[in-house]
Nanobody, 123 residues
Framework: QVTLVESGGGLVQAGGSLRLSCEVSGRTVSTAAMAWLRQAPGKEHEFVAAISESGGDRYYEGSVLGRFAISRDNAKNTVYLEMNNLKPEDTAVYYC????????????????WGQGTQVTVSS
């Protein structure tokens, strides 16, 4: 059974930073592609970032490029999303996910999801 548990969300002012963590069990992050997605109120899930199985490739949605960074700690079997220069439009529930259901880098269709962590950015 695969379980993903996110943490690290909270309320931050615009321009601030947060680091989200995703602890994974039942799947080894060192050999699995992992992703972060988000869902703002009234909107559909949106791709944010992904890291390839090898860890050598990282992908970002355009609006977070240069501000967010995805990484992983193989020893802790944990994936992170470092978020800097946060903007009010980054406000959303952020989800960690793995095992894509389609061969598309920016997909939002994953088999396994965490419960999400709320990120709120005030202006």
């Amino acid at each position: 059974q695969v379980t993903l548990v996110e943490s690290g969300g909270g309320l931050v002012q615009a321009g601030g930073s947060l680091r989200l963590s995703c602890e994974v069990s039942g799947r080894t992050v060192s050999t699995a592609a992992m992703a972060w997605l988000r869902q703002a109120p009234g909107k559909e899930h949106e791709f944010v970032a992904a890291i390839s199985e090898s860890g050598g490739d990282r992908y970002y949605e355009g609006s977070v490029l240069g501000r967010f960074a995805i990484s992983r700690d193989n020893a802790k079997n944990t994936v992170y999303l470092e978020m800097n220069n946060l903007k009010p439009e980054d406000t959303a529930v952020y989800y960690c996910a793995t095992k894509a259901l389609e061969m598309a880098v920016f997909t939002t269709r994953y088999q396994y999801w965490g419960q999400g962590t709320q990120v709120t950015v005030s202006s």
